[in-house]
């Protein structure tokens, strides 16, 4: 059983950062990658990146990269999602999740189904 939680989520202006983390229980960051989606409101659940500390693996969605840096924090075992220049379209629940049956790698566009376990979100709001 693997427990994902989200923090960091709030709400910031335009051209703001914002800091995401999510903890996961156990080694699970050892075995799998940890991917970070992001659900606007009234849209589907898409990708926003994802680490793998199994074999280095990483990717970012079009929309974030250059902009969203992702990385491990070995002291707070965390997965954290660094956010700059945010804009009002980044407003979003973001979830962080894995796969455990055969996750270890990052896959880009994976269906959303294929990953077994899913923390419950932190909200992020951009706006003026």
């Known amino acids: 059983q693997v427990h994902l939680v989200e923090s960091g989520g709030g709400s910031v202006q335009p051209g703001g950062s914002l800091r995401l983390s999510c903890e996961a229980s156990?080694?699970?960051?050892?075995?799998?990658?940890i991917y970070w989606f992001r659900q606007p409101p009234g849209k589907e659940r898409e990708e926003v990146s994802c680490?793998?500390?199994?074999?280095?693996?990483?990717f970012y969605a079009d929309s974030v990269r250059g902009r969203f840096s992702i990385s491990r924090d070995n002291a707070k075992n965390t997965v954290d999602l660094q956010m700059n220049s945010l804009k009002p379209e980044d407003t979003a629940v973001y979830y962080c999740a894995t796969d455990t049956l055969f996750g270890s790698s990052c896959l880009q566009g994976r269906p959303i189904s294929e990953l077994d376990y899913w923390g419950k979100g932190t909200l992020v709001t951009v706006s003026a």
């Open positions: 156990g080694s699970t960051f050892n075995y799998y990658a």
């Open positions: 680490l793998s500390n199994v074999d280095s693996s990483t």
